[in-house]
């Protein structure tokens, strides 16, 4: 499982962990994870490290310290390295001594930094630096060390660091952030100017959000955790959770001896209308290929239902009167017909005493006092227009900033909510519970009926025991995988997703010790 926590818990850690530790031994171990790291990537790319042009971008804080020890030991290993200071009156003194010991230079020329050494030796050079000299090292650059601001920035990249960015993203070299991609919110994931776009993020001790949610997960490229001793000072129950194969494995249902097509779990499906018949064929594929043991349908679509699935159990309605289930879920498909809002309706699954999940249209229906009453779990799964409309915000907002709409969501209903997106979040009303992040999307996955096969996956989960947080974050996880397998980078069909389910089982199942 990744687990991360908030800037304000690592730097609580980190204060505690310097506390015992030599002056600057916490920034050396930083430093030897990203050079390690570095060289690694400048060899996959170049097949060497002695040679290979490396340009730093370093800031005035911690994190360009980072940058320039690091890069310090890449220069004393054969690399030719120049450092780019953003502001050099307030450069890391000691990274920056390193860095020139080791051979590196300040872009412009080191003329005057062998004058003195830290910020002095950086102002000195920096008097000296040629108009363009920043950019024509960024042109010639094999790597590209990103340690403008790291977890301590807000607000997206200041002006004058734009040009230098945009600069290192045109070159072509490899760029590789310093603990975070610089520009991007380190707790919500939120990106609000220009930032760096990564293609590798050396990340120190913990996972941080912006690593794990959209639209911040995107910058950061592919993600190393370098461990720094950091974890023994870190609370015992992380902010954020992302599944990984063996966390998902513990959490499905395996059947017993015992078991029979009850024992495993009945769900209940109310999807589909006149309009949208289809909606009801894939919420009932979900449900069949995620390990229901027996699915009742109860719909207008029940003959496109039988048609495709004819082991489904079909009702006319209304849902108290079609037997009993363990679970329901309601909603895709429904439209704004009397399937709605009469017999049908939201408000009469949401009185049954067991699980239930409301997606797509049943959304509109909810109202906030009811569910917040109810005693038996509620999961609601909505995508980020949905969202919108039940928080009463553009869309734009709830895309942007995914982590605060998932939290206000999960509160104000006081339900589960699962928000789908590029990166799927998943929160609980108890603020205490982590937030789960799912890791496992692609962007196929946006194909009509695709969140119709989640309703039932997560529906079957729902029936089978698990609690609304663990279903949501097992189905999410399943959906994706499933993508994943159904797709090897070509277009896929929602169907495609749901016959992939068993593969997608069985690959995380693979990991149950």
Same mark, same amino acid.
């Given at each position: 499982?990744?687990?991360?926590?908030?800037?304000?818990?690592?730097?609580?850690?980190?204060?505690?962990?310097?506390?015992?530790?030599?002056?600057?031994?916490?920034?050396?171990?930083?430093?030897?994870?990203?050079?390690?790291?570095?060289?690694?990537?400048?060899?996959?790319?170049?097949?060497?490290?002695?040679?290979?042009?490396?340009?730093?971008?370093?800031?005035?804080?911690?994190?360009?310290?980072?940058?320039?020890?690091?890069?310090?030991?890449?220069?004393?290993?054969?690399?030719?390295?120049?450092?780019?200071?953003?502001?050099?009156?307030?450069?890391?003194?000691?990274?920056?001594?390193?860095?020139?010991?080791?051979?590196?230079?300040?872009?412009?020329?080191?003329?005057?930094?062998?004058?003195?050494?830290?910020?002095?030796?950086?102002?000195?050079?920096?008097?000296?630096?040629?108009?363009?000299?920043?950019?024509?090292?960024?042109?010639?650059?094999?790597?590209?060390?990103?340690?403008?601001?790291?977890?301590?920035?807000?607000?997206?990249?200041?002006?004058?660091?734009?040009?230098?960015?945009?600069?290192?993203?045109?070159?072509?070299?490899?760029?590789?952030?310093?603990?975070?991609?610089?520009?991007?919110?380190?707790?919500?994931?939120?990106?609000?100017?220009?930032?760096?776009?990564?293609?590798?993020?050396?990340?120190?001790?913990?996972?941080?959000?912006?690593?794990?949610?959209?639209?911040?997960?995107?910058?950061?490229?592919?993600?190393?955790?370098?461990?720094?001793?950091?974890?023994?000072?870190?609370?015992?129950?992380?902010?954020?959770?992302?599944?990984?194969?063996?966390?998902? @494995?513990? *959490? #499905?249902? /395996? %059947?017993?001896? !015992?078991?029979?097509?009850? $024992?495993?779990?009945? =769900?209940?499906?109310? &999807?589909?209308?006149?309009?949208?018949?289809?909606?009801?064929?894939?919420?009932?594929?979900?449900?069949?290929?995620?390990?229901?043991?027996?699915?009742?349908?109860?719909?207008?679509?029940?003959?496109?239902?039988?048609?495709?699935?004819?082991?489904?159990?079909?009702?006319?309605?209304?849902?108290?009167?079609?037997?009993?289930?363990?679970?329901?879920?309601?909603?895709?498909?429904?439209?704004?017909?009397?399937?709605?809002?009469?017999?049908?309706?939201?408000?009469?699954?949401?009185?049954?005493?067991?699980?239930?999940?409301?997606?797509?249209?049943?959304?509109?229906?909810?109202?906030?006092?009811?569910?917040?009453?109810?005693?038996?779990?509620?999961?609601?799964?909505?995508?980020?227009?949905?969202? @919108?409309? *039940? #928080?009463? /915000? %553009?869309?734009? !907002?709830?895309?942007?900033? $995914?982590?605060?709409? =998932?939290?206000?969501? &999960?509160?104000?209903?006081?339900?589960?909510?699962?928000?789908?997106?590029?990166?799927?979040?998943?929160?609980?009303?108890?603020?205490?519970?982590?937030?789960?992040?799912?890791?496992?999307?692609?962007?196929?996955?946006?194909?009509?009926?695709?969140?119709?096969?989640?309703?039932?996956?997560?529906?079957?989960?729902?029936?089978?025991?698990?609690?609304?947080?663990?279903?949501?974050?097992?189905?999410?996880?399943?959906?994706?995988?499933?993508?994943?397998?159904?797709?090897?980078?070509?277009?896929?069909?929602?169907?495609?997703?749901?016959?992939?389910?068993?593969?997608?089982?069985?690959?995380?199942?693979?990991?149950?010790?």
């Amino acid at each position: 499982m990744r687990i991360a926590y908030s800037v304000e818990t690592v730097r609580n850690a980190e204060r505690e962990l310097m506390a015992r530790l030599p002056e600057d031994a916490l920034m050396q171990r930083a430093a030897h994870g990203l050079a390690v790291a570095c060289a690694g990537l400048l060899r996959d790319l170049l097949g060497r490290v002695y040679g290979a042009r490396v340009v730093v971008l370093a800031g005035s804080g911690d994190n360009g310290g980072d940058a320039l020890y690091a890069a310090a030991r890449l220069a004393r290993r054969g690399a030719g390295v120049t450092a780019v200071l953003l502001a050099p009156d307030r450069a890391h003194a000691g990274g920056l001594a390193a860095l020139l010991r080791a051979g590196g230079r300040i872009a412009g020329g080191t003329e005057g930094a062998h004058g003195g050494n830290g910020a002095e030796g950086a102002r000195g050079a920096a008097g000296k630096s040629g108009v363009g000299g920043p950019f024509a090292a960024l042109a010639a650059a094999d790597l590209v060390l990103d340690g403008i601001t790291g977890i301590g920035g807000h607000g997206g990249l200041r002006p004058e660091a734009v040009p230098l960015v945009r600069a290192a993203r045109d070159s072509g070299a490899a760029v590789v952030a310093v603990d975070l991609p610089s520009g991007v919110e380190a707790d919500s994931g939120e990106v609000a100017g220009e930032a760096v776009c990564a293609d590798v993020t050396v990340t120190f001790g913990t996972y941080k959000p912006g690593l794990l949610i959209d639209p911040a997960r995107e910058h950061a490229g592919a993600v190393r955790l370098v461990d720094i001793g950091l974890r023994p000072c870190l609370p015992a129950v992380p902010e954020f959770e992302a599944l990984q194969h063996e966390d998902v @494995a513990r *959490l #499905l249902p /395996v %059947p017993t001896g !015992e078991s029979d097509k009850y $024992r495993r779990g009945v =769900v209940g499906i109310v &999807a589909g209308s006149a309009r949208y018949p289809g909606a009801a064929v894939l919420a009932v594929a979900g449900a069949l290929h995620g390990g229901a043991g027996a699915v009742r349908y109860v719909g207008p679509g029940a003959d496109a239902v039988i048609a495709r699935f004819p082991e489904t159990l079909v009702h006319e309605g209304p849902p108290s009167k079609a037997g009993r289930v363990q679970a329901w879920a309601i909603g895709p498909g429904l439209g704004e017909g009397p399937e709605a809002g009469g017999g049908h309706g939201v408000a009469e699954v949401l009185a049954a005493d067991v699980p239930v999940l409301v997606d797509a249209d049943g959304l509109r229906l909810l109202d906030a006092a009811t569910v917040r009453g109810r005693t038996a779990p509620t999961l609601l799964t909505p995508h980020a227009g949905e969202a @919108a409309a *039940l #928080l009463g /915000v %553009p869309r734009e !907002e709830v895309e942007s900033a $995914r982590l605060t709409a =998932v939290r206000e969501l &999960a509160s104000r209903y006081g339900a589960t909510v699962l928000l789908k997106g590029s990166t799927t979040l998943i929160a609980g009303p108890d603020k205490d519970v982590p937030v789960r992040v799912n890791p496992t999307g692609t962007p196929w996955l946006a194909t009509a009926g695709s969140g119709d096969i989640l309703s039932g996956l997560s529906g079957a989960l729902l029936a089978a025991g698990l609690p609304a947080r663990d279903a949501a974050s097992a189905a999410a996880y399943l959906h994706g995988l499933s993508a994943r397998l159904a797709s090897k980078g070509a277009p896929i069909s929602a169907l495609d997703v749901a016959a992939h389910l068993p593969d997608a089982w069985r690959n995380v199942t693979s990991a149950r010790p």
